[in-house]
Each structure stands twice: as C-alpha cells, then as structure tokens.
C-alpha cells in the first residue's frame, strides 16, 4: 500500500467543514501525513463578467472586485480554521498544515490541479448532499472523482 505523505482537504465553506475537516485532521495524524486545505471559488459566469466590463469601465477597479472575491474567501477560510482549531484542540499534536488556499475556477478542475500540482496522496471532500440523497455525491465530488488518479474519501452528511 502506497505511503500517504500528503493529504487534500477540500472544504467549501459550509456546514460541511467541520466533519470534512475532522476527518482530514484525523488521517494526517493517523499517517503522519501533511494537509493542504483548498477551497475552491467558482469563477464567474460569461454573463455576469460581461455584465461588469459593460458597468465598470475602469480596469484596475474591475480587477480589484473580482479580487476581493478570492480575498474574502482567503479571510473566510483562515476563519473557518480558527474556529475549528478553538473546537477541536484536544491536546493531540496537530497535524503539519502545508497552506490554506483559495483557487478559482471549475472546482472540479481546480481541485486535481492542485492535488497534482503539489503531489498529494488523497483528497478529502463532502457529498454536499442532504436527507435521501445524501449517499450521493454532489456535482463537484462526481468530477473530482471521475478525474483524480489518487484516492478520493467522500465525507457524508450527518
């Protein structure tokens, strides 16, 4: 069985962070293996980016909005994090943290980009499901699923 070295917690700044991130904790632990947390922004649609170039004419402030949207995800995240680590410090050493990260694009996509791009060994992610259809995996974790070569642990709901 193939050493786990590095581990992919995707997390979609939802109510499925906690248990997808408690579990993501708990292997890298269980293994000794580093975590890379990702959160993925979709990126906007041809619609609303026309939409906008038509409104805000002006360059470097088209950009810097688009740009607050990946900032606030960043500040998002770090928070999500802090309250996590405030919830669940129960005096285990915590596992090597490589980077909480916000990309855009395709979420799908993004994901084995990056899982590629820094040779993790697992990807770790939510159904995104609720009630009867919880067993199955939401848009997202069917396209990461059907395009990643390494293992891919889908975290129900409760």
Not at 29 to 58: F, P, Q, Y
Not at 76 to 84: G, P, V
Request: charged fraction near 25%; include cysteine.
């Amino acid at each position: 069985m193939p050493e786990v070295r590095r581990i992919l917690c995707c997390v979609g700044l939802r109510g499925d962070c906690e248990r997808v991130l408690a579990r993501s904790v708990w292997l890298a632990g269980a293994t000794g293996a580093e975590l890379h947390v990702l959160h993925a922004v979709k990126s906007l649609s041809d619609d609303v980016m026309n939409t906008l170039k038509v409104n805000i004419r002006h360059k470097p402030t088209l950009e810097g909005l688009i740009q607050q949207r990946i900032d606030q995800a960043k500040v998002n995240l770090e928070s999500m994090m802090d309250t996590f680590w405030k919830t669940h410090d129960n005096g285990d050493p915590r596992p090597a943290i490589a980077g909480l990260n916000v990309v855009e694009g395709y979420p799908a996509s993004e994901i084995i980009r990056y899982a590629t791009r820094h040779d993790c060994d697992m990807i770790i992610m939510a159904t995104n499901k609720r009630g009867f259809v919880a067993s199955y995996a939401g848009k997202v974790t069917k396209g990461v699923i059907k395009r990643s070569s390494i293992p891919v642990v889908v975290v129900p709901t409760p």
